[in-house]
């Protein structure tokens, strides 16, 4: 995590302090905060930090201090580019975009305003592959087959995350939580008239900081 994400923190949790000391009372926020996604295979690559939506789902949102279960859900959208090495050398041959739909819970602990929580997700992902047009011409010289398209299918995806929340009134909420997800999408490729198929490895850590505001 940057030294400039840090001091973010440090600062949403100082301007927590300084409010009421009232308990969130919702069931259900929602908000959005800056987010930053590290993968765990070399050719895979994002532009840090992007935007990342935020929910918050309690059971029972007077929940007293202790521990407890609750559900988690998350359903995020991105898209990452893909440069593996082609003939010696890296070649951007385009950008993955998956969505995962992922539901599932955890415990956690509260302490006043203060709340730490664990949370095992899984479910569908939902993939598209767009080939970089500027790579066939590079791509034909390195192989000596022309690229013809790129193909992904729905995977499952999993998520164990880690988040702390500080209730700053009734209605707004302050977060920060790193996580991570597992994805393995089956791809095939078609290049000079012959089909492969394979596994990407897309797995990534991610963290990520904001702001919920509860509605119910």
């Keep these: 995590m940057t030294k400039r994400t840090i001091l973010l923190v440090v600062a949403m949790l100082l301007f927590a302090s300084a409010t009421a000391t009232a308990q969130t009372g919702r069931r259900i926020s929602v908000g959005a905060g800056p987010s930053w996604r590290w993968y765990t295979d070399n050719a895979f690559s994002r532009k840090n930090p992007g935007i990342s939506l935020m929910y918050r789902f309690s059971w029972k949102p007077h929940t007293h201090n202790g521990w407890h279960m609750e559900p988690g859900v998350t359903f995020t959208w991105g898209h990452a580019d893909f440069g593996p ?12 975009r998956s969505i995962p739909v ?17 949370s095992l997700e899984g479910g569908p992902s939902f993939h598209t592959f767009t080939v970089d047009n500027a790579a066939r011409a590079p791509y034909e010289d390195r192989t000596g087959n022309s690229l013809e398209s790129i193909s992904s299918k729905t995977s499952f995806a999993g998520r164990l995350g880690v988040g ?7 209605r707004l909420g302050a977060r920060t939580g790193i996580s991570y997800v597992y994805e393995r999408p089956d791809i ?19 963290a990520s900081v904001g702001l919920v505001v509860g509605f119910f």
């Design 102 to 118: 992922l539901v599932g819970g955890g415990p956690a602990y509260r302490h006043d305003r203060w709340k730490l929580g664990i």
């Design 164 to 170: 702390l929340w500080r209730d700053l009134s009734t």
């Design 85 to 96: 090495e082609v003939g010696g050398s890296d070649l951007k041959l385009g950008s993955l």
């Design 188 to 206: 095939s490729t078609t290049a000079g008239g012959v089909t492969t198929s394979e596994k990407w490895k897309e797995d990534y850590v991610s």
